[in-house]
């Protein structure tokens, strides 16, 4: 993708660069706007009368249509994959299958402000596996990362202990997620430039889904909804204009302002938990969740300068948001 204003008939068309600024604007406008309708998602998924299982389905299988037509419209080919990619795609799909299961799961037992950050994990645990694969120490500010990830994290699990048991484990079943996003993450991180975002999109959805389904029968679930008003916005939401925004948006950015953008997600998930669930945050809460968020925000723009330890990097750097 071109960088934001980097486009040479725009600056040729508008000496003054208007069309440069208001591209930039269009472009900042379309990243907030997608962690936003993403930061809504947790709050949908409390409301749906599926299970938590169930609504992942959905989600996914409401949006596929839409995803093939996009990736019609960019001009990405779906078929013809090799056999060995289908392999690796399964291999991602079925962890993101299991992220979201997990993820959802969490959400339904935890604070929405928790439930976000530690869903959106992935990006510090791709930092920690370049470490472990580089076997090389962190530098500069990776520690600040390890300390602020390691501290937010204990001081929210422990708020979350004393609340509840049922908290505390809701938690851990959204850190849970994050470690299964990050898998989907390397699984697929060749892939991406390969075939591009949304005809890959199209492939894990196909593969997710089903294990999905099975998933929410083995549990027994509700899946068929009696109201599909929460449902259908969810996936409008989270699948359409969430991913839609991020996928346009992401590539016109460096990793550091992904990283602040991402911030948004927690934040507007644990307003949403304030007023509609009542649910309050002590300082102390407060804390922990700048010290998760400052550890995303490094953790996305840590620029790794070896070749093996840009493994997570790389795919940090195209991940889609949840």
């Excluded at 907030?32 to 938590?52: C, E, F, K, S, Y």
Aim: glycine letters at 12%; charged letters at 10%; hydrophobic letters at 55%.
């Amino acid at each position: 993708m071109d960088n934001v204003g980097g486009r040479e008939e725009n600056a040729a068309a508008q000496p003054d660069g208007a069309p440069r600024s208001a591209r930039g604007l269009l472009l900042i406008a379309a990243l907030l706007g997608g962690n936003i309708a993403l930061a809504t998602g947790p709050w949908l998924v409390r409301l749906v009368d599926t299970g938590p299982v169930s609504a992942a389905f959905w989600r996914l299988f409401l949006a596929l249509p839409f995803l093939v037509v996009f990736a019609w419209v960019a001009g990405q080919r779906i078929g013809g994959m090799p056999r060995k990619t289908l392999v690796l795609i399964a291999i991602g799909a079925t962890a993101f299958a299991m992220d979201l299961a997990s993820w959802h799961i969490g959400i339904g037992m935890t604070r929405l402000g928790n439930a976000t950050l530690f869903g959106n994990a992935g990006s510090i645990i791709l930092l920690f596996w370049g470490f472990i694969i580089a076997r090389m120490m962190p530098r500069g500010f990776e520690w600040v990362a390890i300390f602020c990830a390691l501290g937010g994290a204990g001081i929210l699990l422990g708020r979350s202990l004393e609340i509840s048991t049922t908290t505390f484990v809701g938690d851990l079943f959204c850190l849970t997620a994050g470690v299964l996003y990050a898998v989907y993450l390397l699984t697929l991180q060749g892939q991406r430039a390969r075939f591009g975002s949304w005809s890959l999109l199209v492939w894990v959805s196909i593969f997710a889904c089903p294990v999905l389904l099975a998933l929410a029968i083995a549990l027994g679930e509700p899946v068929w909804p009696t109201d599909w008003t929460p449902i259908l916005i969810l996936f409008v939401s989270s699948q359409l204009i969430g991913q839609g925004l991020l996928v346009y948006s992401l590539g016109h950015f460096p990793p550091l302002i992904i990283g602040l953008a991402l911030l948004t997600q927690p934040a507007v998930a644990a307003v949403i938990g304030f007023t509609v669930f009542s649910e309050v945050l002590t300082p102390l809460d407060l804390v922990g969740m700048v010290l998760v968020g400052a550890a995303l925000v490094v953790a996305r723009a840590s620029q790794i300068s070896s070749p093996q330890r840009t493994l997570g990097s790389r795919a940090s750097e195209s991940e889609e948001a949840k």
